[in-house]
């Protein structure tokens, strides 16, 4: 199966399109999709001049695995302003940061509902010219369709980084994360959350029935799992959860007992300094 058979099962005329595989010159893409929305669409509004032509929608994906391409969404061209400087004062401040110079085209984009469903699943081979972000080719194969939710496999506790958003997508569908499930329900441990912002972290403990993926998911629900100064925190800046970053310190014995664990917790705490420069109030 290619992508545009995609495109046709959805009703959508393959001709119409151009394909974007946006890079990482300026942007990670596949972050700021998920984190900075209105940053996204100002990024890939402003192009040179007639970047795409006379398509009426544009197909994007971030990178992936080498050559490959996660498809994002589709977005419908309503209208091009030739210069861009012409476009929105709110856009405008938003890719300030890039400095570049406004002669090109602004794209009124309208993001569309048909293949949402398949945002962040479908992979297709973009070929070996990742420098042509943007192509007329459609007909290019489908890698995968992976399930809703995919965080990605299991790799080791070792090796575990999540942000929330992460654990929001594991906790909402635990089968598609069968092997992040399995590891991490089964086991005790010490973890630490880190607020990417600003580098404080918070150490925390998960004992008993459900182990770490248990004490995880109540973060996925409330984002501060009732911890009283991230609690605080997100109270006031709601939007601080976005950044937090979760990992494993340390796997506790299955003898451990829950005084062992907090005793662990403790020596944590200790060693990061978390009661002085971080999110530990005890």
């Known amino acids: 199966m290619k992508f545009d058979d995609i495109l046709k ?25 998920r984190n900075d929305r209105a940053l996204f669409d100002a990024y890939q509004a402003f192009q040179n001049k007639h970047r795409f032509a006379d398509s ?3 197909a994007t994906f971030s990178p992936y695995h080498g050559t490959q391409a996660l498809f994002l969404g589709v977005w419908s061209i309503d209208d091009e302003l030739i210069p861009n ?24 984009l309208t993001e569309m509902d048909r293949l949402r469903d398949l945002s962040e699943r479908l992979v297709i081979e973009w070929g070996g010219a990742t420098v042509s972000w943007v192509q007329k080719i459609t007909a290019k194969p489908v890698v995968a369709i992976m399930p809703p939710d995919l965080v990605g496999e299991f790799e080791s506790y070792d090796a575990t980084i999540l ?3 992460d654990l929001v ?7 598609s994360n069968q092997t992040w499930y399995n590891a991490l329900r089964s086991v005790n441990g010490i973890y630490c959350i880190t607020d990417l912002r600003n580098g404080r972290n918070y150490v925390g403990s998960a004992y008993g029935k459900g182990g770490i993926w248990g004490r995880w998911k109540t973060y996925a629900e409330t984002g501060h799992g009732g911890n009283k100064l991230l609690v605080d925190l997100l109270g006031k ?5 976005k950044h937090f970053q979760f990992s494993i310190l340390e796997i506790l ?4 007992t829950a005084d062992d664990a907090i005793a662990k917790e403790n ?13 530990n109030g005890n």
């Open 9 to 33: 099962m959805h009703g959508f005329e393959p001709t119409e399109f151009r394909v974007v595989r946006h890079g990482y010159k300026e942007i990670d893409p596949l972050d700021t999709f």
């Open 56 to 58: 009426k929608y544009i």
């Open 85 to 108: 400087c012409n476009a929105p004062a709110t856009q405008r401040k938003l890719i300030a940061r890039f400095n570049w110079q406004l002669h090109g085209s602004y794209y009124t």
């Open 163 to 165: 942000v929330h958003d």
């Open 169 to 175: 997508r594991m906790a909402r569908n635990p089968i």
């Open 237 to 241: 800046e709601p939007h601080a959860v």
């Open 253 to 256: 014995s299955g003898t451990s």
């Open 267 to 279: 020596l944590w705490k200790q060693k990061l300094a978390t009661r002085v420069g971080g999110y």
